[in-house]
């Protein structure tokens, strides 16, 4: 057994991208070793990234591929033997697989008897069989935005690769990519360390060389290092916590290699901003962790986390650098605060007319007024339902909404839109309910952020969002595979999200009858589809329903997706159950015979089947069947409109005996047209009478 | 509010002034190779639109040049009041092609040239990518933090007037006034010390020398400039750039006077001969004004940013004259580079 170490030395990578090349580059590795017959049984993995490297070490890997015997199919046996005599084409067969004609075997295929010999294939050294196959893994990652660097273009990544490490104990593996031809040499920290390379002797000297070069190349560690670091530099700060913030934990782990932290403070005058736009310049601009007290709130220091370890002199020059900036950027905030407040933002409407929403749907002074529009019906069809609406308040926080767009603060701090907005309205004492609703119209932006709290901001969230999507949609721009450039998926998980958690009356299709008359009907099918679409990525991949239970619910309906979800969750928790799957199974049963029924004519497909007639029902297996569904039928109405769809289902499963009886002991496609025709309404009546929370026969067994 | 005098008193004044921090920068550079340029004297919003980096970037001859460039973005203007933004501010642009592959390590002993003890400081390579989709150019690359101040942007180019470079070039924009703040450790720009009297230790701030101008270009931007004199003067602009662009396009563009100009270029340069009337076609091509059409192209572009700033350009207008400067740019770039490969060289 051997251990590899394969390390790509490149220019800074984007710390975006580092931790899934690392996983990739990973996987790549130990799917070629396995590949190529490499791999010991007790293999370890070790994976390691810094901004300027992506390094694997497997240890147990074979310095030599396993010799393996193969069977080699030859000519047919006919050809290759004559009278029990070998002919040329044996003869010429074995040369090729090098075996003795005596060495010859016999075997039947679907073809017919072939010729076959049993091969032995010499295991290559694993020196010689990964230096190319290397370098095509390392070419082959993927990234999402590459660079040329070399004359001639002859290779596309990252960042340009600087220098390689691939070792096999202490032999390096003659691997070359981009021009760089791998060695046993790495790089420490740049600074830190410094020009002087660091020889690897052996894969297990890695990690302790480049520790001493100033190199933390284990991420964990690192990360480890790093959130340690922050506890204890708080510590100085009285009550003060730092801010869990794990996607900055993340970045900052991926864009140092040697990490330590500094606090810093402010002065305290800034605290009079609001926290939202403090915590962005920290977090967003600089990248530093935001400092609290145990009542969470906003405490006048900063940690920032820095890719060196200073000696003390260092440490207050940084520290000294780290404050200017923030200051610099605080004061700017401030400014821009200030200089907004002179024009209020209700003279800002106006404005917006030259701020483009999209060169072919206008400006956002056109987008405020669809969305006034939508958020109008909106609003009218849930005062038929009977809820109440400001609506004074809805039409002012839909009039401002977008106002912001032409403050300075956002012009310069563009996730704050909104935020910003709401903040404003709250300080030019236009009434609360506006400044909610302005400051959570675009929540939810991921699937896991909360839906604006108030029913204002949730409409405004759903119009402005309609909007967009149908505007969109109507110029042809709907998202297509992996495209989707106006993140229109992400606004319509977004409404899903608020229609599912809110308890506004208010179902998809309401959404459509607030579009514009006028819009083609492909488009509105389209949408229609879209919707759909992504109302079962809601249920199947955020609410995690299996996809059968997604298919057997949405079959049915799903136009008010509060219900869709509670079908969901009710079939989700009886699916277990022998006697529904069943019943699913018979359900299936019926909806084939039906269909071959319509096939064959039986059943006129689209004219409505007669009721069953009880006097027709011969067999006591089907009378019974019959009874039962008579008398169960109204309990299981009674249950779904009350929405108790788990009783419901479990009323539905008891209706297994007498569904198995019937199967068991009648016969439907009898000659008797009659007969026939009564058993085909009366399994027709059990399916349609009892679908009506889910189609089973979408479901699968097991 | 700056302040009109220094802060320091000179004698404590250690820190390297704005003009010497500019003359450390260009030594260091001219000692690594670079050819120093000259400012370019237009208006221009950012170093890269100098032709020395949007033009010479085109094409496979090498380049190794370095040049201060002033850079003015009218909106940007805060009428002297703002600590921390001015309407024109002062880059260093160096442009290295191909870039040397020790390019990061060299940028770095650039700091050390002027004084940044590296091993004092916080250093951070973080992605940024560049982009100027009017020139069709963008490239990847980092903004290099410095204690958590962005000091330089460093790009790779690999895009220009909508053409892929081959070889690519590297491009390293020092911000002038943000590493002066850095260094003088000066809360506003205007209180950076530009320069010391080596007798009389009197010291001239950055206020002194630039903060009528900032004022005064402000008030013209956003509130004196004539906009109907504007869209009069980028109307003339920019009919002058496309008539010598259509020109350049009716006398030389179609493919075959391409090939032909091909085979007369390499036996001019290859074989040292050519018939008269051949000489007389590669001249003609050679002398063509693309250079000129280029600065008017530049003049379209100020414009356009000073109309912005005056708010002047409603949003159909804005997409519309974006997209014609587009063209224009474009269009100079593929010339300025059909012209150097078919009629370059002496």
């Known amino acids: ?702 | 509010m700056p302040t009109l005098t220094a802060s320091s008193t000179p004698a404590a004044f250690k820190a390297l002034t704005f003009q010497e921090l500019l003359l450390r920068l260009q030594g260091f550079w001219a000692e690594r190779g670079c050819v120093l340029a000259q400012p370019y004297d237009m208006e221009v919003g950012a170093g890269t639109m100098s032709p020395d980096t949007f033009l010479r970037v085109l094409g496979p001859d090498p380049i190794a040049i370095a040049y201060t460039q002033p850079s003015r973005r009218p909106a940007d203007g805060r009428y002297g009041e703002n600590p921390n933004r001015l309407y024109k501010h002062t880059q260093l642009q160096v442009i290295l092609k191909p870039p040397p592959v020790d390019i990061q390590q060299i940028y770095l002993e650039s700091l050390e040239a002027i004084g940044i003890r590296l091993r004092e400081h916080d250093i951070k390579f973080e992605e940024d990518n560049w982009e100027w989709p009017v020139g069709g150019a963008w490239g990847v690359g980092w903004q290099v933090m410095l204690d958590g101040l962005e000091i330089t942007q460093f790009t790779y180019f690999q895009q220009c007037g909508g053409m892929d470079l081959d070889p690519i070039s590297g491009e390293i924009t020092y911000g002038l006034e943000r590493i002066a703040a850095f260094l003088q450790d000066v809360n506003s720009i205007y209180d950076i010390v530009w320069a010391v009297d080596p007798k009389t230790r009197r010291v001239v701030t950055y206020g002194e020398i630039r903060l009528e101008e900032e004022l005064q270009l402000s008030v013209y931007n956003f509130e004196a400039a004539d906009v109907s004199k504007l869209w009069e003067h980028l109307r003339l602009y920019e009919g002058e750039c496309q008539a010598l662009l259509d020109e350049f396009h009716r006398n030389f563009k179609d493919e075959k006077t391409a090939e032909r100009h091909e085979k007369i270029h390499d036996r001019v340069v290859h074989d040292g001969v050519a018939t008269p009337a051949e000489e007389d076609v590669r001249v003609a091509l050679r002398r063509f004004p693309i250079l000129g059409a280029y600065e008017l192209c530049l003049k379209c572009s100020h414009l356009f940013n000073l109309l912005d700033a005056r708010g002047a350009i409603s949003v159909t207008e804005r997409v519309a004259v974006m997209a014609r400067i587009r063209n224009m740019v474009v269009g100079v770039a593929k010339a300025y580079a059909a012209q150097r490969q078919r009629a370059g060289g002496r």
């Open chain 1, 1 to 702: 057994m051997a251990d590899l170490l394969f390390e790509a030395g490149l220019e800074e990578i984007p710390a975006r991208m580092i931790a899934a090349a690392e996983a990739e580059l990973t996987e790549r590795v130990v799917e070629l070793l396995r590949r190529e017959r490499l791999l010991g049984e007790d293999h370890e993995v070790h994976s390691y990234s810094t901004p300027r490297r992506l390094a694997v070490q497997v240890n147990g890997v074979l310095k030599r591929q396993p010799d393996a015997r193969r069977e080699m199919t030859g000519p047919a046996w006919s050809v290759a033997f004559k009278d029990g005599q070998p002919t040329a084409a044996a003869q010429a067969f074995a040369r090729k697989a090098g075996v003795e004609v005596a060495a010859l075997e016999k075997v039947s295929t679907a073809k017919g008897e072939y010729v076959a010999a049993n091969v032995l294939h010499r295991g290559r050294e694993a020196s010689a069989v990964l230096g190319d196959l290397l370098a095509a893994e390392l070419a082959a990652l993927y990234w999402p935005k590459n660079m040329h660097w070399r004359a001639l273009k002859p290779e596309r990544f990252v960042r340009p690769v600087r220098w390689l490490v691939a070792l096999l104990d202490h032999a390096i593996l003659p691997v070359e990519f981009a021009g760089v031809s791998a060695g046993n040499l790495t790089w420490g920290h740049r600074i830190l360390h410094g020009d002087a390379a660091v020889t690897i002797d052996h894969p297990d000297d890695y990690l302790g060389l480049l520790e001493a070069a100033q190199v933390t190349a284990d991420v964990a560690l690192r990360r480890h290092r790093i959130r340690k670091a922050l506890d204890l530099e708080t510590r100085s700060v009285p009550d003060g916590r730092w801010r869990e913030d794990a996607a900055l934990v993340e970045t900052v782990t991926n864009l140092t290699e040697w990490p330590s932290v500094a606090l810093g403070n402010f002065d305290p005058e800034y605290l009079e901003l609001p926290e939202e736009v403090l915590v962005t310049v920290m977090r967003d601009h600089q990248k530093y962790f935001a400092v609290e007290n145990s009542a969470g709130k906003l405490q006048p220091y900063f940690l920032a986390v820095l890719n060196t370890r200073p000696e003390e002199t260092g440490i207050e020059t940084i520290r000294h650098g780290h404050e200017r900036v923030l200051r610099a950027r605080f004061s700017d905030a401030r400014f821009f605060w200030r200089v907004d407040q002179k024009i209020p933002l209700e003279d800002r409407v106006e404005m917006l007319k030259s701020v483009t929403f999209h060169k072919e749907l206008g400006s956002y002074w056109d987008k405020t007024q669809a969305n006034l529009r939508i958020a109008e019906k909106l609003a009218g069809l849930l005062e038929e339902r009977g809820t109440t609406v400001d609506r004074k308040a809805l039409a002012k926080a839909v009039e401002l909404a977008k106002t912001d767009l032409t403050t300075e603060l956002v012009k310069e701090f563009t996730e704050l839109q909104g935020i910003v907005g709401g903040l404003y309205v709250r300080a030019q004492g236009l009434g609360e309910k506006v400044a909610q609703a302005i400051y959570w119209q675009y929540s939810p932006a991921a699937v896991e952020d909360p839906i604006p709290p108030t029913m204002e901001g949730q409409v405004l969230g759903i119009a402005d969002r309609v909007q967009t999507i149908v505007g969109m949609f109507a110029i042809g721009l709907e998202p297509t595979g992996s495209k989707d450039p106006y993140a229109l998926r992400r606004a319509a998980n977004g409404i899903v999200k608020i229609l599912a958690e809110t308890g506004l009356p208010l179902v998809r299709s309401d959404l459509f009858a607030a579009v514009p008359a006028d819009l083609d009907v492909g488009i509105r099918e389209k949408l229609a589809a879209f919707f759909e679409e992504r109302l079962e990525f809601w249920l199947r991949d955020i609410r995690g329903f299996a996809y059968d239970v997604v298919n057997a619910v949405v079959a049915v309906h799903s136009d008010n997706m509060r219900d869709a979800i509670a079908r969901a969750e009710a079939l989700t928790a009886v699916r277990g159950s022998e006697d529904l799957a069943a019943i699913a199974a018979a359900f299936k049963r019926i909806k084939n015979i039906l269909r071959q029924a319509e096939e064959k004519g039986i059943l006129n497909p689209g004219r409505e089947m007669g009721a069953t007639s009880p006097d027709l029902l011969q067999d006591p297996a089907e009378k019974a069947l019959y009874a039962e569904a008579m008398k169960l039928a109204p309990v299981v109405e009674k249950l779904q409109a009350r929405r108790e769809y788990r009783q419901a289902l479990e009323k539905i499963a008891t209706l297994r005996p007498h569904v198995d009886l019937f199967f068991d002991k009648v016969m439907v496609m009898v000659d008797d047209a009659a007969v026939r025709s009564n058993r085909l309404a009366l399994i027709a009546q059990v399916l349609g009478g009892f679908s009506k929370i889910a189609d089973f026969s979408e479901m699968v067994a097991g």
